[in-house]
């Protein structure tokens, strides 16, 4: 009989990217919801996936986000080494809570951890991003970051990779994922390459303000900084009932909120759990009246990021 190499299991969280104003630059981990993933050390060289969730996704390793970032991490371990990987994913595949990131994200920190960590985290951010090219065409890293280091983060720069952890006041986060399937690829390709300078200033404005608000522990500046003047005007046009969302989430006390990632979901920061909860009511209010399905999440923020959870 085969002897079983050693393994473990994985939980990787939603992200929010973009964080309304910073596009392709800002992201934050959830507590819920999260992927779960178990991974074993194999003894043939190679990546062999499968899938304990109804999706059907990928198995080949170069078109698996998970894979895609396996191969990177490979490349630069000194030996040849093989992985075997169970993905059970609570995220949906499109739905802009980064499922992607999550699979690719949780791949290479169990990798790492199977390996005795001979990598960094910023080394396991470069991997996963080769997942992210794999299911968007670019390699953002604005749900990987925030998944793998948890919290709030900054991508200053993609190249050279600079990720700056950035602390954040306690907030509420109410998730609405309408059950219709954008597709980042898609998402992109709607938006105009060139932007307005009238419309940058007030972006790099809202963005600065933004980092400003979450590092003075200011939720007023927060809730006025949360604007995009560029990306949402453009995508919220696939995302029905958004308008309703925003304006409804904002009467019910909410410091505000957009677009998670590409979309559907629509996420809202609240300072108070009971504001988070009202806005929940608002969201299925809007959807059920629409007749579209849905999923919420009232949330916090997760600190950690991804990790290892047992030994199996
Ligand atoms: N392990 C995986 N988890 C999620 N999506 C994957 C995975 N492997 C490949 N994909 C592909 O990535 C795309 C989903 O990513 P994306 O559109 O960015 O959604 P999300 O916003 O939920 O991250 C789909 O085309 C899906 O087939
Ligand atoms: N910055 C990216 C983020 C995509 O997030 P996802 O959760 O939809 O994968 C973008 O907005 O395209």
Same mark, same amino acid.
């Not at 490349?75 to 992607?100: A, C, M, N, Q, T």
């Given at each position: ?40 050390? !194999?003894? *043939? ?9 109804? =999706? ?21 371990? &000194?030996? /040849?080494?093989?992985? *075997?990987?169970?993905? %059970? ?9 980064? +499922?992607?990131?999550?699979? +690719? ?17 910023? %080394? ?21 970051? &925030? ?22 006041? &306690?907030? =509420?986060?109410?998730?609405?994922? &309408?059950?219709?399937?954008? !597709?980042? +690829? ?5 938006? !105009? ?25 200011? =939720?007023?500046?927060?809730? $006025? +900084? ?20 925003? $304006?409804?989430? /904002? ?25 988070? /909860? ?10 059920? !009246?629409?007749?579209?399905?849905? /999923? ?7 600190? *950690? ?8």
């Amino acid at each position: 009989m085969a002897k079983e190499l050693k393994g473990v299991q994985v939980f990787a969280p939603a992200t929010v990217a973009n964080l309304v104003c910073g596009f392709d630059v800002l992201g934050m981990a959830l507590q819920q919801p999260q992927d779960v993933m178990t991974m074993r050390l !194999r003894e *043939e060289p190679g990546i062999v996936i499968s899938h304990a969730d109804g =999706y059907d996704l990928p198995v080949e390793p170069e078109k698996n986000v998970a894979g895609a970032s396996l191969l990177a991490l490979m490349e630069e371990y &000194p030996e /040849k080494v093989g992985f *075997e990987l169970i993905i %059970d994913k609570r995220i949906k595949p499109g739905s802009g809570l980064g +499922s992607s990131a999550a699979s +690719s994200a949780g791949a290479v920190v169990g990798a790492n951890h199977l390996l005795g960590n001979p990598f960094t985290k910023e %080394d396991l951010v470069r991997f996963a991003m080769n997942g992210e090219k794999v299911a968007s065409g670019v390699k953002h890293a604005d749900n990987i970051a &925030p998944c793998i280091y948890g919290g709030v983060t900054l991508i200053q720069s993609i190249f050279p990779l600079n990720i700056v952890q950035l602390t954040a006041p &306690p907030m =509420y986060v109410t998730v609405v994922h &309408p059950q219709i399937e954008v !597709r980042t +690829s898609d998402a992109r390709q709607i938006l !105009r390459k060139e932007v307005q300078l009238k419309a940058a200033i007030k972006q790099w404005g809202n963005i600065a303000g933004l980092v400003a608000g979450f590092l003075k522990n200011d =939720y007023d500046l927060i809730g $006025r +900084s949360l604007e995009d003047v560029i990306i949402e005007p453009v995508r919220s046009i696939l995302i029905p009932g958004f308008d309703d969302v925003k $304006r409804k989430s /904002k009467d019910a006390g909410a410091l505000g909120g957009g677009i998670s990632g590409s979309g559907p979901s629509i996420f809202m920061l609240s300072r108070e759990e009971y504001v988070a /909860k009202g806005v929940e009511d608002v969201m299925i209010d809007v959807y059920t !009246r629409l007749g579209i399905e849905f /999923k919420t999440y009232v949330t916090m923020i997760n600190y *950690e990021g991804a990790k290892v959870i047992s030994e199996v």
